[in-house]
């Protein structure tokens, strides 16, 4: 079916605002990826969803992100409280299943700007 | 833990010719996967090469080719009759294999433009 999806392409926010990006995976990929591209910082991992598995949360860089993936398919990333530095593209990524074997498959990204 | 070094922020190229990106990378992991992403303005990042660490053979992609050195950690990748159409950045990236889905670490980048 259709690649993966994310949405909105652009967000601009003010700082201090809570924001909400969304990405739909490919359908039937049973794991799901969210990945942080700032122009500092380069490509870095956030968190991992697997099924119903505990998501990994490891790459979280505070307590301000969390994530959530609804009926094991779509995600929603949310920051708390924007700050600056929380400027990049967040990237999604989906692949068909469990075992490290398989290809990440990524969205768009979403830019987000915060003022 | 992982690190992945991409040791050419920029390269250029002429149409037609043949480019070469360097990766490095260091782990103590001995089954994992290594890939090379494109990623055009358009922010999509596209899978070009993977490569298994357990195959000693190199992979190939049509014009795209790997030089893979498991002892030396090397992973360069090769693009030949460059076209315009591979402007883009270009990045390594290198992901454990178990039995755990595992996030992929990537390196900085190069940014390739081919010229006309």
């Known amino acids: 079916g259709a690649g993966v999806s994310q949405s909105p392409s652009n967000k601009v926010t003010e700082k201090g605002k809570d924001v909400e990006l969304r990405c739909d995976p490919i359908?039937?990929?049973?794991?799901l990826y969210w990945y942080r591209q700032s122009l500092g910082q380069g490509l870095e991992f956030l968190i991992y969803?697997?099924?119903?598995?505990?998501?990994?949360k490891s790459g979280l860089p505070s307590d301000r992100f969390s994530a959530e993936r609804t009926g094991g398919s779509v995600s929603t990333l949310t920051i708390q409280r924007t700050q600056q530095e929380d400027s990049a593209v967040y990237l999604c990524?989906?692949?068909?299943?469990?075992?490290?074997?398989?290809?990440?498959?990524f969205g768009p990204g979403t830019r987000l700007t915060v003022l | 833990a992982q690190t992945v070094t991409q040791s050419q922020p920029e390269m250029s190229v002429q149409e037609a010719e043949t480019v070469t990106l360097s990766c490095t990378y260091d782990?103590?992991?001995?089954?994992?996967?290594l890939f090379w992403y494109k990623q055009p303005p358009s922010r999509q990042m596209i899978l070009v090469i993977r490569?298994?660490?357990?195959?000693?053979q190199n992979a190939t992609e049509n014009r795209f080719s790997v030089n893979f050195q498991k002892a030396a950690k090397s992973f360069s990748l090769k693009i030949s009759d460059s076209q315009l159409g591979d402007t883009a950045m270009y990045f390594c990236?290198?992901?454990?294999?178990?039995?755990?889905?595992?996030?992929?670490?990537f390196g900085g980048g190069t940014r390739l433009m081919v010229k006309p």
């Open positions: 990524a989906s692949i068909a299943g469990a075992g490290g074997s398989d290809t990440q498959y």
């Open positions: 359908s039937g990929h049973t794991a």
């Open positions: 490569q298994e660490a357990y195959k000693q």
């Open positions: 782990t103590s992991e001995s089954n994992y996967y």
């Open positions: 969803f697997q099924g119903n598995s505990a998501p990994d």
């Open positions: 990236a290198f992901m454990k294999r178990d039995n755990a889905g595992n996030m992929l670490t």
